[in-house]
Each structure stands twice: as structure tokens, then as C-alpha cells.
Nanobody
Framework: QVQLVESGGGLAQPGGSLRLSCAAS????????LGWYRQAPGKQRELVAG???????NYADSVKGRFTISRDNAKNTVYLQMNRLKPEDTAVYYC????????????????WGQGTQVTVSS
């Protein structure tokens, strides 16, 4: 069993930065693939970024070059560094985890956090 807790959301100005963290409880964190999703009001949840157990990464086109996903297995934590934020990045951000990479990418994951709100506004 894995429990995920996100933190680091808040209000940022356009062009600003935020770093989200997702701390995981449970064993064998290092073998899990991890991802960040977001859901804006009235929209479907969408994949933002994913990272495999070997730290290969995948990004949505809308965040490439601006967001960076990383993991620290010693701290059981996955991060999302968000730079050059835009108003359209406003959403609730969720992390997910699964032993199967494709399930992280598809959103059909075993484990999800509760979400953290990110608001980008001047």
C-alpha cells in the first residue's frame, strides 16, 4: 500500500515558479513509476509529467521546457518544478504511482494523492 501526499501549491504570478512535492509512504518506492496530473475546472484530468523507476521522463507538450519532474528515492518524494508559469497552468495537481509505467501514463494507477491547488494570476 502506498499513500501519497502533495504539497507546495499556492498562488504564483505569471512567469513565476512553484515546486510541488509528493511524499510517499510505504515500501519499495524506488520501483514505482510516478506521475503528475492536473485538472482545471470544467476540464478532464490530464497528464503533466511522468518519471520511471529509472528516471526516464515524459512531458505533456504544453509544459515541455518549463516543468521538470524529478525523484529522490532516499526521501520517497517526487517533485515537479514549474517555471515560467502561465494562467492556463491553474489547476489542482495530483501525483500518482504505479508499478506499471503505462498505467501511470494512462491514469489507471493504483495510487493517487489528494491534490494541491495551483493558481497562476496577477
Amino acid at each position: 500500500q502506498v499513500q501519497l501526499v502533495e504539497s507546495g501549491g499556492g498562488l504564483a504570478q505569471p512567469g513565476g515558479s512553484l515546486r510541488l512535492s509528493c511524499a510517499a509512504s510505504g515500501s519499495f518506492f524506488n520501483i514505482y513509476a510516478l506521475g503528475w496530473y492536473r485538472q482545471a475546472p470544467g476540464k478532464q484530468r490530464e497528464l503533466v509529467a511522468g518519471i520511471t523507476s529509472f528516471s526516464s521522463t515524459n512531458y505533456a507538450d504544453s509544459v515541455k521546457g518549463r516543468f521538470t519532474i524529478s525523484r529522490d528515492n532516499a526521501k520517497n518524494t517526487v517533485y515537479l518544478q514549474m517555471n515560467r508559469l502561465k494562467p492556463e497552468d491553474t489547476a489542482v495537481y495530483y501525483c500518482n504511482a504505479d508499478r506499471v509505467w503505462n498505467r501511470v501514463l494512462s491514469g489507471d494507477s493504483d495510487y493517487w494523492g489528494q491534490g494541491t491547488q495551483v493558481t497562476v494570476s496577477s
